[in-house]
């Protein structure tokens, strides 16, 4: 096959993918998306249903959510049965959590755990072609150039994108270990482990195991969360009792392994920081083998 | 309490049928053409079997965007349900698929019975015997569409905890399956859209496989033959010559005939070896360009062909002889002429110059 021929092909791709870079933002900027398009709302949790020991962790904690439709002004009252969007893994009666439907279609309704999340911008798609340009043009220097090509175009735009956010990522982990620091402790108890076992086309056999905790803030809030990591043998950690440390403005963020957290913040910024190092020397190293 | 039978789901429509079909037959076509593009080399066939493929992927799906905004648009209803059998299938998976039998009662239409598949967690198989009311969802133009509501709101739980459903009879409806007859025409579609790219391209592909047999160094091969079942086979390589029942290359001038025959056109054919038996002459051509001992295969002695034949086969103690061999080469550096015969006494040989006098005699031993 001729090399120059699959330029050719190349440039199609590249076109294919341009228009939809350009349609996309285009439908962004003229604020017709599908994310853009949807009806936001602040949504209240009204009810929480305990889990049942043994049960699936499937579908987060089951909730009944209230929310005020905007163009009626009716209370509705919903669940979250079934692909209702993002998976509420801690609840409380009162929460706010962001419901949001396509204009038109409130039966579509889906969760967000953020109530204020705008919902983007729909930009999914022409991110994702724009991704694909970028990696296509760096597989195509490194042919027709040269292979240190590779290192430039990829690690050049990491550590230029490191440099940027760094002072965000240095603010962000202060701030996370302030809010660490901050943190009340109260005691909790594992009042369900949630098993699912599923299988995949080659025998495979996943067990995913969800130990959920329960406990009451110093305000009073009864919490009931799924706990993703900071349980020893989680199998098995059924009626035990643990200590939970969470942020005052909000349960949602509590933790189990408060002085592990703690710890991982303090290396947060040094692993970050030696990561941004090791992929500049590595853009470097591709310029001076040109 | 009205009771009725939802309207079973129709099998596979025509329409359904030439979808199936189409979409089969663009799946077969780009994928035998991906493969054939490969196979062949051919950059051009390889992108337009991914051109064809996500046009034809696109085209479906905006074809079907309407239809699916449409069926988006319609809020589903809900509706009490009444459990009238189950039977779940257990295995190593936590969510069981389980077969129900309900009796759907709407608010506002005539009850139904319908089959439904679902999931559900081993842990919730208690909650689901049968007799039990439960609130179910359907989109109201396609119940058997319909989904069993785990976690309903508490205004639905109350009525479905104090509901009373009478039965509806049977028999249920089952789910929406097209059938066999889609699957058929979609393979069908599928291989005919395969056979059609290979039958197009099938003169380049079986070439191809001739050609990625090992080839013969000859560029070129003339075959012929005449009323008298000789047979003149030419490559750049060898030639040869055999000839059908009843004659013989030591016929007279039926030698020299033969070698000419080989050596066409007065080009000057160098030869490095000439074997000649009872109907067969085989001529080794030297390579061009190639400095190899060879010689011109029109110089050999014809004429005294038949007499070393006939002395080798008398003079040398081979009794009744059967086969002969002439090969003539230049191996030495001149021409030498070796004739060998071999009968029930064994074989024998002699060795003879270009001239075709006898230069050396091996008995039979």
């Known amino acids: ?290 | 309490m009205t009771t009725t039978t939802v309207a079973p789901p129709t099998g596979a429509t025509p329409v359904d049928l030439a979808r199936g079909f189409l979409t089969g037959g663009v799946i077969g076509v780009s994928l035998t053409a991906f493969i054939v593009g490969c196979a062949l080399g051919k950059p051009p066939l390889i992108v337009g079997a991914l051109a064809l493929l996500a046009a034809y992927g696109l085209l479906f799906f905006l074809a079907g965007a309407p239809r699916r905004a449409r069926e988006a648009a319609l809020a589903p209803r809900t509706a009490l349900a009444l459990i009238e059998g189950m039977e779940a299938k257990q295995g190593e998976e936590t969510d069981v698929p389980v077969r129900f039998d309900l009796t759907v009662a709407p608010e506002d239409a005539s009850a139904f019975r319908i089959r439904i598949s679902e999931g559900v967690h081993v842990s919730e198989l208690p909650d689901y015997r049968p007799g039990r009311v439960l609130v179910v969802q359907y989109p109201p133009d396609r119940p058997w569409r319909l989904r069993i509501v785990k976690r309903p709101t508490p205004a639905w739980e109350e009525r479905a905890a104090g509901a009373a459903i009478d039965s509806a009879p049977g028999p249920a409806a089952g789910d929406r399956a097209e059938g066999c007859a889609w699957g058929f025409v979609t393979l069908l579609g599928l291989l005919l859209g395969a056979a059609a790219v290979v039958l197009f391209f099938r003169a380049e592909l079986f070439d191809r496989d001739a050609d990625a047999q090992p080839a013969p160094p000859e560029q070129s091969v003339s075959v012929t033959s005449s009323s008298t079942s000789t047979s003149v086979v030419t490559t750049s390589a060898t030639g040869t010559v055999s000839f059908g029942p009843g004659r013989s290359m030591l016929d007279r001038g039926a030698l020299r005939e033969a070698v000419e025959s080989l050596t066409e056109g007065g080009d000057g054919k160098q030869a490095l070896t000439v074997v000649v038996r009872e109907q067969l002459l085989t001529v080794v051509f030297s390579p061009a360009g190639v400095d190899a001992p060879a010689f011109d295969p029109r110089s050999l002695p014809f004429d005294r062909v038949p007499a070393l034949v006939e002395e080798a086969g008398t003079t040398l103690g081979v009794d009744s002889p059967q086969t002969w061999q002439l090969s003539a080469d230049r191996v030495t550096g001149s021409l030498t002429i070796r004739v060998s015969v071999t009968g029930a006494g064994g074989s024998a040989s002699l060795e003879a110059d270009g001239q075709g006098v006898v230069v050396r005699r091996s008995p039979a031993r």
């Open chain 1, 1 to 290: 096959m001729d090399w120059t021929d699959w330029h050719a092909y190349l440039a199609l791709g590249f076109a294919v993918l341009g228009v939809v870079v350009l349609v996309g933002y285009g439908r962004s900027l003229a604020g017709v998306t599908r994310a853009q398009r949807s009806v936001r709302v602040r949504g209240r949790i009204e009810e929480v249903r305990a889990p049942r020991n043994g049960g699936s962790g499937r579908g987060g904690i089951s909730v009944v959510v209230s929310y005020r439709e905007p163009s009626t002004g009716e209370e509705v009252v919903v669940t979250n049965d079934g692909e209702r969007g993002e998976t509420i893994t801690a609840a409380w009666t009162g929460r706010e959590i962001g419901v949001h439907y396509p204009r038109g279609r409130p039966h579509a309704y889906r969760f967000s755990d953020d109530p204020e999340a705008a919902g983007g911008r729909g930009l999914g798609w022409p991110n994702t072609a724009l991704f694909l340009i970028y990696v296509g043009l760096v597989v195509v220097a490194s042919i027709d150039w040269d292979w240190p090509w590779a290192l430039i175009g990829v690690c050049g735009p990491w550590a230029l994108i490191g440099v940027c956010y760094l002072p965000g990522h240095v603010r962000d982990v202060r701030r996370r270990r302030e809010r660490l620091a901050a943190m009340a402790d109260v005691p909790g108890r594992i009042v369900a482990v949630l098993t699912d076992v599923s299988s995949d086309a080659e025998g495979g056999v996943s067990r995913t195991v969800t130990p959920v905790v329960a406990f009451t803030t110093r305000e009073g809030v009864d919490v009931t969360a799924h706990c993703g990591s900071g349980v020893a043998d989680p199998a098995g950690a059924y009626g035990r009792e643990v200590t939970v440390h969470y942020p005052q403005d909000d349960p949602a963020g509590f933790v189990l392994d408060h002085a592990a957290r703690q710890r991982s913040a303090r290396s947060d910024i040094a692993v970050t920081v030696v990561t941004l190092v090791v992929v500049t020397a590595a853009a470097v190293v591709g310029v001076v083998l040109l």
